[in-house]
């Protein structure tokens, strides 16, 4: 199994700081990553599909970096309603698999 | 608009079954594969299994294999998942979600339903 290794767990920031998260795949799983972003009590919501690409009416703020192993989300200008809990997901091989969430909180 | 709605959920004694369902709209079921992806509470997500949008493709996580199964009804736009043989570790919100594919290969779930919450617990 693919093991997705996200760094750090947690991060304390504030409003208009640049935020970056990291994921790290333990074999090469090409650009097959997306990124999620999940409110307490809500579904996960998808920012970013194949590493890079923005999903529609995801704010441009929001942007994702890396190929192989190491992939990052950047958060250019953390807003109020960014206070959240981040997740990468592998979609290279069976099974797919989650890193552990990092949780964004207010500084 | 794009809607799924899971049910089935609810608390269930230890060593029994359940069946959990998603319906489907706003869309079209049968050109997209489906995930069943759970979350016990105050942890992190966890993919239990995917079905190909012919409902002939199956995978799951070695947590469940043997265990659980997915299935889906293209002519009702609904996505199941049986769940046999519960124990307390199963206890989760289970999302329903979806995932276009092309050419062999399965994009991350854009869209995901609410959830149904499994308790499982004696």
């Known amino acids: 199994d693919i093991q997705m290794t996200q760094s750090p767990s947690s991060l304390s920031a504030s409003v208009g700081d640049r935020v970056t998260i990291a994921c790290r795949a333990s074999?090469?799983?090409?650009?097959?990553l997306g990124w999620y972003q999940q409110k307490p009590g809500k579904a996960p919501k998808r920012l970013i599909f194949?590493?890079?690409s923005l999903q529609s009416g995801v704010p441009s703020r929001f942007s994702g970096r890396g190929s192989g192993t190491e992939f990052t989300l950047t958060i250019s200008s953390l807003q109020p309603e960014d206070f959240a809990t981040y997740y990468c997901?592998?979609?290279?091989?069976?099974?797919?698999?989650f890193g552990q969430g990092t949780k964004v909180e207010f500084k | 608009q794009v809607q799924l709605v899971e049910s089935g959920g609810g608390v269930v004694q230890p060593g029994r079954s359940l069946r959990l369902s998603c319906a489907a709209s706003?869309?079209?079921?049968?050109?997209?594969?489906m995930h069943w992806i759970r979350q016990a509470p105050g942890k992190g997500l966890e993919w239990v299994a995917i079905?190909?949008?012919?409902?002939?493709?199956?995978y799951s996580a070695d947590s469940v294999k043997g265990r659980f199964a997915i299935s889906r009804d293209n002519s009702k736009n609904t996505l199941y998942l049986q769940m046999n043989s519960l124990s307390a570790e199963d206890t989760a919100v289970y999302y329903c979600?979806?995932?276009?594919?092309?050419?062999?290969?399965?994009?991350?779930?854009?869209?995901w339903g609410q959830g149904t919450l499994v308790t499982v617990s004696s």
């Open positions: 997901l592998q979609h290279n091989s069976f099974p797919w698999t």
């Open positions: 074999q090469g799983i090409r650009d097959d």
């Open positions: 706003g869309f079209t079921f049968s050109t997209y594969a």
């Open positions: 979600a979806r995932s276009a594919c092309s050419a062999g290969s399965c994009y991350s779930p854009d869209f």
């Open positions: 194949a590493a890079s």
């Open positions: 079905i190909s949008n012919d409902g002939i493709n199956k």
